[in-house]
T-cell receptor, first 111, second 112 residues
Framework: KQEVTQIPAALSVPEGENLVLNCSFT??????LQWFRQDPGKGLTSLLL?????REQTSGRLNASLDKSSGRSTLYIAASQPGDSATYLC??????????FGQGTTLQVKP | ETGVTQSPTHLIKTRGQQVTLRCSSQ?????VSWYQQALGQGPQFIFQ???????GRGNFPPRFSGLQFPNYSSELNVNALELDDSALYLC???????????FGPGTRLTVT
């Protein structure tokens, strides 16, 4: 049974700092992995999708990496801004379309 | 291009009642998935519909049921509501099973 864990559960950093969010999964037989952002009480915004054959994806200040063999993914946020404050969720897809989510990391970026 | 939309935004129901939530998928997407997100938790997969057929189900009881229509919009029905059904219900669409999923804004259901 696939399990997804995100560490830390919460993170507070000063504006401008670079940071890394971690995601680990127990079954390496994944089809892809998605990182999402969720603002309080809102839906999920897709940030990056990494296919199982890829090692990383980049979008603006965001970079996501994937190491299937070790069951890990990281989301790197460069030069953090107060507007980045949100909960970040990772989810793995085993090719059934069923996303298995972690509990999320709640990020606060202080001005 | 219109994104995923859900209605209603908020809903308050009494224990034992029935509720129907609606979702319109993104243009060109034929796969719709439903998720339940309790406060402070990650979303949990309820079920998925592909071309009007159920295509996978999570660990939810039969009182959670769904439909997908020819235009690929979808409904989630919950019978005999329980207090623990209070959650944010999220709908996601994709152009095919396994592809990137795009989420709607969610419906906040409160059961009293």
């Amino acid at each position: 049974k696939q399990e997804v864990t995100q560490i830390p559960a919460a993170l507070s950093v000063p504006e401008g700092e670079n940071l890394v969010l971690n995601c680990s999964f127990t079954d390496s037989a994944i089809y892809n992995l998605q990182w999402f952002r969720q603002d309080p009480g809102k839906g999920l915004t897709s940030l990056l999708l990494i296919q199982s054959s890829q090692r990383e994806q980049t979008s603006g200040r965001l970079n996501a990496s994937l190491d299937k063999s070790s069951g890990r993914s990281t989301l790197y946020i460069a030069a953090s801004q107060p507007g980045d404050s949100a909960t970040y969720l990772c989810a793995v897809n085993g090719n059934t379309g069923k996303l298995i989510f972690g509990q999320g990391t709640t990020l606060q970026v202080k001005p | 291009e219109t994104g995923v939309t859900q209605s209603p935004t908020h809903l308050i129901k009494t224990r034992g009642q029935q509720v129907t939530l609606r979702c319109s998928s993104q243009s060109g997407h034929n796969t719709v998935s439903w998720y339940q997100q309790a406060l402070g938790q990650g979303p949990q997969f309820i079920f998925q519909y592909y071309r009007e057929e159920e295509n996978g189900r999570g660990n939810f009881p039969p009182r959670f049921s769904g439909l997908q229509f020819p235009n690929y919009s979808s409904e989630l029905n919950v019978n005999a509501l329980e207090l623990d059904d209070s959650a944010l219900y999220l709908c996601a669409s994709s152009w095919i099973t396994g592809a990137e999923q795009y989420f709607g804004p969610g419906t906040r259901l409160t059961v009293t």
